[in-house]
């Protein structure tokens, strides 16, 4: 193997596994230069099968500087988190292209630790982390083998073994990263959050609601957010998740009305507060899912004049937050009359059918007017489902007399226009409602999208009613899976899915740990567990102690491994008596030669002592028979040479 050119092995190690870090960036990547990397790892393998020339420079200059012009329109930028990347990956396959020895080798490997870097910038999830790692232990191999094992040999049995070092030195760093990951100062944003960044659209709740789009997220089994009760959690019928609040109706589509002001935080009844703390998915959104009705605003949010906590800015990373909520409350009791009267507007001419009966209940006390629609939805016998009919025009004429099949979006959007149409201020909410159980947390999905109603009635303000209950209560009471075909669930949401459910739990528990522990290491997380250890400031003595301390420790652990690993051989116990009896004849200059053995040895003794030759001999039978043979025993040994009194 030449020092310093790469041989075929060695450049096509270098392409997969500089193509294995660029994979979780191509989804980011525009196709354009997806298409173009794609062509220039094709183009450096097919050189190096054929052991080809590399591309002359007056080609290479172009195609680095077209990559960097098409990086700049694509982006407008050359730096931040999409630009920068994006230029990297350019760069590392421009760079394949001039690639014929080890010194532009390393060039590369250095820029495979950048590329594994830059791959947080976009995903922290644990399946990123483990992968990464993997991919970590891979280049380091390379550069290991590179610097110090002769390089990749084509030999599995030779790559295994620098495999393992390189493991090795992965272990050994754990510690120490462990150490810095806990004390190191934490930032309250990532650094890289530049203006031009955009954030990523995930699939979620919208600021308006149409029929359909309930009933499409509960297809969708992504988790929402993540739930850990201090005590005990409320029943299960009780778990409303609350979300956006759609006062607005064009005769199709309920709209979120602004969210202006903030209301009074309502009073919490002795025994009825619950606390807890929820991990919240990005969402794109400012609103934070809150169970149904918080008593406190967490740092950095608000309490709308729709009950509601927002966030100054959309929530485009994942977010934990702590929270107490009761489930018995009254809200909005002097309610602004602005307010009630948006909450009874209504398109002009639409379901005239829907109309005529709720016009019928006008003349009741409003609370009976409640009581009147949801008898006349329990009459109407509509079916809840996930596969409902487009209804079109008048669409809940449609729904309610004809159709009669609809989803939780039909349900309370029906609800709603015929309390308005009876006088009675009612508005649907979104959120989430129930939640999937997996041991110390609860898991809210995507598929546990909800909506319901609420009612203002004098006296009382606004009421949560359900029209889903009246209809299929099994939905409030054991979630969506008990409440529809398993036919109409994908496959991972069914119930009968057990051994795949359990399997699938299991690693949600584990992605939960990483999200807590990990994602989630937020600095008041930080303060929190520096507080358990007694250090009140990052600027203490105590910090300083811990920081400095834990450090030496891992030090001293490593240190002592190491000279544990260099110590001297164990000498044999038998040795070790044989040289103690060899010792005795030290003073009369008879000393065992590097070269001699122990019946050489003893032969010169022999010659030197004829007069005791038979005790010689029987000390050598002794010693050859206990550290060769299968007679002797350390003990017998021992008595055969402390036997002898030579003076």
Known sequence: MSIERLDRDQQFALLAVLAGLLAPHLPRL?????????LL??????????????????LLLPITFALMIG???????????????????????????????????????????????????????????????????LITTLLMGWHSLGG???????????LRFSGVLFLQALPVMALLFVFFPRLDGPLWRLPQDRGQTRAGLADSMSPGSFSDMSRDDEVAFRVSFEGGRPDQSQLYWRGPV???????????????????????????????????????????????????????SRFSSHYQLVSPRNLDKRRRVEISATTRFRIGLEESPALLERALLLPAGINPRATAVAQSW??????????????????????????????????????????????????????????????????????????????????????????WTEVWLEGEGWRRVDPTFEVAPARIQEGLASAVSADEL???????????????????????TWNLWVVGYTPDRQRELLRKLGIDSLASGTFVAWFVGGLGLLVALVAGWLLWRMRPPRVDPARRLWDAYCARFARDGLIPQPAEGPADFSRRLQA????????????????????????????????????????
């Not at 990749?152 to 620098?162: E, I, S, Y």
């Not at 991972?492 to 949600?508: E, G, P, S, V």
């Open 30 to 38: 525009p196709l354009w230069l997806v298409a173009t990397l794609g």
């Open 41 to 58: 790892f094709v183009w450096r393998g097919w050189l190096t099968r054929i052991q080809g020339r590399m591309p002359p420079k007056w």
């Open 71 to 137: 990086v700049f329109i694509e982006y407008r930028t050359l730096l931040g988190r999409t630009g920068g990347v994006a230029l990297l990956a350019a760069l590392v396959g421009a760079k394949l292209l001039e690639t014929r020895a080890r010194r532009d080798a390393l060039i590369l490997i250095y820029l495979g630790y950048f590329l594994v870097l830059t791959n947080f910038l976009f995903d922290q999830t644990m399946t990123m982390a483990i992968y990464l790692g993997l991919m970590v232990l």
């Open 152 to 162: 990749w040999t084509g030999r599995w049995q030779t790559a295994l073994g620098q």
């Open 246 to 300: 759609f006062e607005d109706y064009d005769g199709l589509t309920w709209t979120q009305a602004p969210m202006p002001g903030n209301a009074p935080l309502p009073k919490v009844e002795p025994g009825s507060e619950v606390r807890y703390s929820v991990m919240l998915e990005p969402h794109q959104r400012p609103w934070l899912l809150a169970l149904d009705m918080p008593t406190m605003t967490p740092t950095g």
């Open 362 to 451: 006008r003349p009741l006390p409003p609370a009976e007017r409640v009581n009147a629609a949801l008898r006349f939805f329990g009459a109407q016998r509509l079916q809840y489902t996930l596969q409902p009919p487009l209804y079109g025009q008048n669409a809940i004429d449609r729904f309610v007399f004809d159709g009669k099949q609809g989803f939780c979006e039909h349900f309370a959007g029906a609800f709603v226009f015929m309390l308005r149409v009876a006088g009675v201020p009612a508005r649907v909410v979104g959120g989430y409602q129930g939640g999937e159980d997996n041991g110390g947390y609860l898991i809210v999905r995507q598929a546990d999208a909800h909506a």
């Open 490 to 512: 994908p496959y991972l949401l069914r119930l009968d899915n057990n051994l795949i459910k359990r399997a699938r739990l299991l690693l949600d528990s584990a992605v939960n």
């Open 608 to 647: 030197a002592y004829p007069d005791r030759a038979a005790e010689v001999a029987a000390a050598l039978a002794a010693y050859l028979a206990t550290r060769y043979g299968e007679r002797g025993s350390i003990t017998a040994l021992a008595q055969q040479l402390h036997s002898t009194k030579w003076r």
